[in-house]
C-alpha cells in the first residue's frame, strides 16, 4: 500500500509541476504532450533562473509556477480546443503498463544516478540558492554538463509537492515519466509519417532498443536522470514540435519547438547539437529532392538552434574548464585507451568504429538492414529524414577528419553518443512499410524470423566497454544504401504501400521477448554500503552545506545522502574542470589513507571525516562523534 501511495503522490507531484506549461501550451493553441513538456520545463527555467538571482529557496519556484498557471489560465479557457493526434490513449495506456513494469525493476540507485541525486538533495534542502549551490565539492566548479540544473530543479519540485525524499523520486519517477516517454515517441513518428501504423511502430522499436533489448528495463529505469530523459523525452518532443512546425508554421508551434530545444540544452547541452546534426541532413536531403520548403525548413532549424546557441553561447566560460574538451596530449591519450573498443585509427586521427552503431541489439540491426528501402519511398518525408539524418551521422563519426575535431569540441564521451541519434525507429517503422509494400503477406512470416535470427545473432552489447559490438557489416549497409536512396531521390518519385501493422510488431517481438524474459533490477545497481545510523547522523547531526571528508565511494554515497558537500569521488563521476580536479584529488585521498595527515582534510575544509573500518585503517587523532559496526565519524577542528 505504501507503494500505491508513493506512486499516486508522484504522479500528482508531476501533473502540478507540468500543470503551468499545460496551460500555456493550450492557451497558445498547442496540444500535445511535448508542448506540454516544452511549455512546462520553460517555465521552471524561468522560475529557477529568478530564484539562482535572487538566491532564494525552491519555494519561490514553486510559487512563481502558480503565478504562470495562473496568467494563462484565463487565455486556455477561452482557446478552442484542439483535437488530439488519433490514438493517444492507446498508447498512454500502453506507457502506463511499461511505467508499472519499471516500479518493479527500479532496484537500487547507482552509477551517475548517486551524482544526480545529490543535487536534487541540496536544491530540496538548501536555501540561497545558486548555481555553485548543488556542486559536489565546496570548492569546486560547475558542471559543464549540468551547470544550469533544470532537470534537478524538476526532480527537486516533484520531490518537494510529493513530501518525497529525493531518493525515492530519483528511483521511481522513471515510473510516471515512462508514459510521456512513450508519448513523445508516438508524436515524433506521427508527425514525421503522419499515420497511426508507423508512429506505434516509432514508439514500439524506440521502447524495444531502450528497455527491452538491454534486459532489466535498460535506460528507461533512469528516465529519471538527465541524460536518459533529455535523449528518451526531450529530443523526441523537440523534433516532434519541430516537424509539425515545418508541416504547418506558426509561432506557437515554433516557440514550443524553441522552448523544448533551449530545456535540452538546459538538461544536456550536448544533445542539442546532436538534434541539429541529423535535422540539418534531412533538411538538405529535403532541399535536394523536393526544392519547395526552403522558408518552413529554415525556420524549424531556427526555431531548433537560436535559443539552444544562445545558452550554449553563456555556457562556453564553463566548458572551457573542462579537460575533456580541447584536451591536450595526455588526456586525449587518456580518453583514446579507455574508449579503444569503439574506435577506430590512432590517437591523433581517429573515428568510431562501425560495429557501434549495431551495438544496441537486434532492432538497430535491423533498422540498418531496412535503411536502403528508402530509395523506393523517395521523396517522402520520412524518407527525407532517414536518408539525410543517418548520411550526416555516418559523415561525422566515419571520417577521422571529421570525428577527431569534433570531439575535440565536445568530447570524446559524449562525441561517441552521437551514434545513438541515428533515426533507428523512423528507418525501422517505415522501412517495414515498404517491405510490406514490396512482397504482401510474405513479410509477416518474413519479419517474425529476421526477428528471431537477429536477436540470436546480435543481442547487444550495453555495457560500458565494448566486448560483443553489433555487425560493421550492417553498418555499411546501411550507409551505402542511405547514398543510393539520396541519388534516387533526386532522379524520380515512386509511391510506397501502407499498412505494415503485424510484420513491423513481429520483428520486434523477439526483442520484447527476451527483454521481459530477463525483466528483473540490475545487478549492476547495488544497494548503499552506507549504514542507516551513519545516515541518520549525517542527515541530524551534520549542518546542512558543512564538509565531509571520506574515501572516494562513501564519499559519491554520503553527498547523496545528506546536503553536504564532499572533498573527493570517483574521477568517473565528476567532470574533470580546473577547479573540481577530480585525479588530484584522489592522490590526496590516497596520501591521507596511507599518511593520516589531517592537513588533507583541513584543507579542503571538512569538519567531519568518515572511515570505513571494512576497508580502511587510517589512523588518526581525532574525536569520535559516531561509530557503529562499519563506520566510524571524527570531528576535525580547523
Not at 549551490?133 to 554538463?145: I, Q, T, Y
Not at 521511481?172 to 509519417?193: D, K, Q, R, S
Not at 521502447?207 to 532489466?216: D, I, R, S
Request: glycine share 10%.
Amino acid at each position: 500500500m505504501s507503494s500505491l501511495f508513493l506512486l499516486l503522490r508522484l504522479a500528482v507531484a508531476t501533473g502540478i509541476v507540468l500543470a503551468p506549461g499545460a496551460t500555456v501550451a493550450r492557451a497558445v493553441g498547442v496540444r500535445s504532450t511535448s508542448a506540454t513538456l516544452a511549455w512546462g520545463l520553460g517555465a521552471v527555467f524561468g522560475a529557477m533562473g529568478v530564484v539562482f538571482l535572487v538566491h532564494a529557496s525552491l519555494t519561490l519556484a514553486l510559487v512563481l509556477l502558480l503565478v504562470v498557471a495562473a496568467c494563462a489560465a484565463p487565455f486556455a479557457v477561452r482557446r478552442r480546443a484542439v483535437p488530439p493526434i488519433p490514438g493517444r490513449l492507446a498508447v498512454w495506456g500502453a506507457g502506463i503498463v511499461l511505467g508499472l513494469l519499471l516500479w518493479h525493476v527500479a532496484g537500487e540507485i547507482g552509477g551517475d544516478g548517486i551524482f544526480h541525486l545529490a543535487r536534487v538533495r541540496k536544491l530540496v534542502e538548501f536555501g540561497g540558492l545558486s548555481f555553485s549551490s548543488v556542486n559536489e565539492f565546496a570548492d569546486g566548479g560547475l558542471h559543464p554538463g549540468y551547470a544550469f540544473p533544470l532537470w534537478h530543479a524538476f526532480l527537486a519540485l516533484v520531490a518537494m509537492v510529493s513530501f518525497a525524499d529525493p531518493s525515492e523520486v530519483v528511483l521511481h519517477e522513471p515510473t510516471v515519466l515512462a508514459p510521456l516517454a512513450v508519448l513523445v515517441a508516438y508524436e515524433a513518428g506521427y508527425a514525421i509519417f503522419r499515420r497511426v501504423t508507423p508512429a506505434a511502430t516509432t514508439a514500439a522499436a524506440t521502447v524495444a532498443l531502450v528497455a527491452m533489448a538491454p534486459g532489466h528495463g535498460g535506460a528507461y529505469t533512469a528516465l529519471a536522470l538527465p541524460a536518459t530523459a533529455s535523449r528518451q523525452i526531450l529530443v523526441p518532443a523537440a523534433l516532434a514540435l519541430v516537424l509539425a512546425a515545418m508541416r504547418k508554421p506558426s509561432w506557437s508551434l515554433l516557440a514550443s519547438a524553441g522552448l523544448a530545444s533551449l530545456a535540452l540544452a538546459a538538461v544536456h547541452p550536448t544533445y542539442a547539437i546532436f538534434l541539429w546534426i541529423p535535422f540539418g541532413g534531412f533538411l538538405l536531403v529535403r532541399l535536394v529532392w523536393r526544392q519547395g520548403e526552403l522558408r518552413a525548413g529554415a525556420l524549424a532549424l531556427g526555431a531548433l538552434v537560436v535559443p539552444a546557441g544562445l545558452f550554449l553561447v553563456w555556457l562556453v566560460p564553463v566548458v572551457r574548464s573542462t579537460e575533456s574538451v580541447s584536451p591536450d596530449a595526455q588526456e586525449r591519450v587518456r580518453a583514446f585507451k579507455h574508449y579503444a573498443g569503439q574506435l577506430n585509427g590512432s590517437v591523433d586521427h581517429f573515428s568510431l568504429a562501425p560495429q557501434v552503431f549495431g551495438r544496441s541489439g537486434a532492432v538497430a540491426v535491423a533498422a540498418l538492414l531496412l535503411i536502403p528501402l528508402t530509395a523506393l519511398a523517395s521523396r517522402r518525408r520520412w524518407a527525407a529524414y532517414v536518408v539525410g539524418g543517418s548520411l550526416a551521422i555516418f559523415a561525422i563519426t566515419l571520417v577521422p577528419w571529421l570525428f577527431t575535431p569534433f570531439a575535440d569540441v565536445v568530447s570524446l564521451s559524449q562525441a561517441r553518443r552521437l551514434a545513438g541519434f541515428l533515426p533507428f525507429a523512423f528507418a525501422l517503422a517505415g522501412g517495414m512499410g515498404v517491405l510490406a509494400a514490396l512482397i504482401g503477406r510474405l513479410a509477416i512470416p518474413l519479419a517474425l524470423v529476421a526477428g528471431i535470427v537477429l536477436q540470436w545473432q546480435y543481442p547487444g552489447d550495453f555495457g560500458y566497454t565494448v566486448e560483443q559490438s553489433g555487425p560493421a557489416w550492417a553498418t555499411w549497409i546501411a550507409v551505402a544504401g542511405a547514398l543510393v536512396a539520396l541519388v534516387v531521390g533526386m532522379l524520380r518519385p515512386r509511391s510506397v504501400g501502407t499498412t505494415a501493422v503485424l510484420a513491423s510488431a513481429l520483428v520486434l517481438l523477439p526483442t520484447f521477448v527476451a527483454g521481459l524474459a530477463d525483466w528483473s533490477p540490475s545487478p549492476e545497481r547495488k544497494a548503499s554500503p552506507l549504514t542507516p545510523g551513519l545516515v541518520q547522523f549525517l542527515r541530524g547531526a551534520v549542518p546542512a552545506g558543512d564538509v565531509v571528508y571520506s574515501d572516494l565511494e562513501s564519499s559519491y554515497r554520503i553527498g547523496a545522502a545528506a546536503p553536504v558537500y564532499i572533498c573527493n569521488a570517483p574521477p568517473g563521476h565528476v567532470a574533470d574542470t580546473k577547479r573540481n580536479r577530480p585525479y588530484i584529488r584522489r592522490a590526496q585521498w590516497r596520501r591521507f589513507n596511507r599518511t593520516g595527515e589531517l592537513g588533507i582534510p583541513r584543507q579542503c575544509g571538512a569538519a567531519w571525516l568518515v572511515i570505513d573500518r571494512d576497508r580502511f585503517d587510517t589512523a588518526v587523532d581525532l574525536q569520535v562523534v559516531y561509530r557503529d559496526g562499519r563506520y566510524v565519524v571524527y570531528g576535525v577542528s580547523q
